[in-house]
């Protein structure tokens, strides 16, 4: 039916408005997801609650595929409209203190920003189209001729996902042309190709929006070389080199992102930044420290899980390209989780050390 005081009326559950900006059906889902995650998060902070592994889980299963319903169709021009939800989103599941680095936190946590997963919708429902039966192909092909922007670009994704099946190292200078019949049989795709070229389109707009930062961060760095890495391997992100399946707990988890994107005040840099204190490691109190200091030169808190990260890693400066780009059996991945584990643990006898100090003062 038609609501009358917004002009709308539903299709398919999708709310059209009268310019067609289906801003109100964005604002609607908006508010429906954030109602939903609330309730799932509601007994979950930085210690207790769901870990990471039954949080990306819950997104998937009940979030994503209600937000990400009929995509193609409203989301692209409404996508800053759920920039913020999607940033309390990552924010509740790291479990950060501050705003952690991005993309690194994604990959991390093997969810693709909604840009990506919007483009690769897209591709899937338009390669349907483009192989299911003369009428919808010749409604695909119709609309190639349309000037609307939105269409340009939905159809652009589709162009660029035949232009990576025929050669991706040249996927910028290819031209596809959708009449021909042998570009069409090219939009055919296996499960595996969609995983492969999500990782490509991923990756490559993490490359291009890092190498427009002039000057980049010292994790914008490694983020390039994680990202080199992996492309070098073929990595795909899967539950095989997941980090959160090893049954750790909230608390741990919140530690264990702690270690890897390092904007947390049990490291002295960000204490520098946040608070004004000088940037000290908490058990040595040498300068500079650091996720790395801490995990493998540190002296004051080796113990045999330092001996047996170390030992896993064949280059301290990029111990965590091969955390994150690892198989969960080649060990690596666990000899990293045990090493923070640790730390954690001595991070909290400091803490209580302390608030026995300044109870004594009271006293």
């Known amino acids: 039916g038609i609501n009358a005081e917004y002009g709308s009326t539903k299709v398919l559950g999708i709310t059209l408005d009268e310019d067609l900006s289906f801003q109100f059906h964005a604002i609607r889902k908006l ?55 999607w940033n309390s989103i990552i924010m509740k599941i790291t479990g950060a203190m501050f705003n952690p680095h991005r993309d690194l936190t994604e990959i991390t946590l093997h969810l693709p920003p909604l840009e990506v997963q919007l483009e690769i919708l897209t591709v899937k429902f338009l390669a349907k189209c483009l192989t299911a039966n003369d009428y919808m192909k010749s409604i695909l092909l119709q609309a190639e001729g349309s000037l609307q922007k939105q269409l340009q670009d939905q159809l652009s994704a589709l162009k660029k996902f035949i232009a990576w099946k025929k050669d991706s190292a040249r996927i910028r200078s290819r031209q ?50 994680l990202i080199t890495s992996m492309q070098n391997q073929n990595l795909i992100l899967d539950k095989n080199n997941f980090l959160f399946n090893h049954g750790t707990t909230k608390a741990e988890d919140s530690y264990i992102l702690d270690y890897i994107h390092g904007n947390s005040l049990i490291f002295g840099k960000t204490r520098a930044t946040h608070l004004d204190e000088e940037n000290k490691c908490y058990f040595c109190q040498e300068k500079y420290d650091s996720q790395q200091h801490q995990l493998l030169d540190c002296k004051e808190v080796e113990d045999n899980s330092h001996r047996e990260f170390e030992s896993c890693i064949r280059d301290k400066k990029n111990y965590l390209l091969e955390v994150l780009s690892s198989d969960r ?19 909290e006898f400091l803490i209580e050390e302390k608030q026995k100090k300044s109870e004594l003062r009271l006293y």
């Open 31 to 85: 508010n429906e997801c954030r109602k939903k995650w609330g309730l799932i998060t509601k007994s979950t902070n930085r210690n207790h609650g769901l870990n990471v592994k039954s949080l990306t889980t819950l997104l998937k299963a009940v979030i994503l595929t209600k937000l990400m319903y009929g995509a193609p169709l409203w989301l692209g021009g409404n996508l800053d409209i759920l920039k913020g939800f």
């Open 176 to 225: 596809v042309d959708l009449l021909e019949p042998s570009e069409q049989v090219l939009a055919i795709y296996s499960k595996t190709e969609i995983k492969e070229f999500k990782m490509f389109t991923w990756t490559q707009r993490i490359i291009n929006r890092t190498q427009l930062k002039k000057p980049g961060s010292e994790t914008d760095e490694m983020v390039l070389k």
């Open 329 to 347: 059996k080649e060990g690596k991945q666990t000899a990293f989780i045990e090493r923070v584990k640790f730390l954690k643990g001595q991070h």
